[in-house]
């Protein structure tokens, strides 16, 4: 579905089966409290499922074979607006050693091309974090604060 962008100092694509271990790696630097997920027969038949699903689209910045920032891209189909579908983009994270140098910039600039040219009539992306200068980074990758309100529900704990 997305094609390969090449830059200067690196290259935006789908990230592909063999580089899990790379993602879950780069996960732990958004939720360093999650427990650390093995690589056993379930996890890997999940991370099938999901690259088998034309919907769902983990797209990755590399430098060299080096997996450096990400995000999930998941295109919905809809029955309103015309019965074009939508979109949420989740889990955007970068190395921290990599930050400030414009590859998630790119990486959900890459997104959004990709719901464009699906037909997607609008792209959500949530954010959990208060932090201005993150606030600011998804304003100036084309997000607009205000337009609607997000609700999250979690299930009970106990």
């Known amino acids: 579905m ?10 935006i694509r789908e990230i592909k ?5 790379q993602l879950l790696e780069l996960y732990r630097f958004l939720h360093p409290d999650d427990p650390v997920i093995e ?3 379930s996890i890997q ?3 099938e499922s999901i690259l088998n699903n034309p919907s769902l ?6 430098i060299a074979d080096e997996l450096v920032s990400t995000c999930a891209l998941t295109i919905i189909p809809n ?3 015309g019965a074009r579908p939508y979109a949420v983009i989740e889990n955007v994270v970068t190395h ?8 998630a910039t790119q990486v959900l600039q890459h997104a959004l091309l990709i719901a464009w040219a699906q037909g997607c009539y609008k792209v959500m992306l949530l954010t959990g974090t208060k932090q ?10 084309g997000f607009r604060r205000g337009d609607k309100t997000g609700f999250v529900a979690r299930p009970p704990s106990g």
């Open 17 to 21: 089966q063999q580089e899990l271990a």
């Open 45 to 47: 038949q999940l991370w």
């Open 2 to 11: 997305g094609k390969t962008i090449e830059r200067s100092t690196f290259t």
């Open 79 to 81: 029955l309103t607006r």
């Open 96 to 103: 921290p050693q990599f930050r400030r140098r414009g590859m």
């Open 57 to 62: 689209l983990y797209l990755g910045a590399y």
């Open 132 to 141: 201005e200068s993150t606030l600011r980074f998804y304003k100036k990758a």
């Open 39 to 41: 690589i056993d027969r």
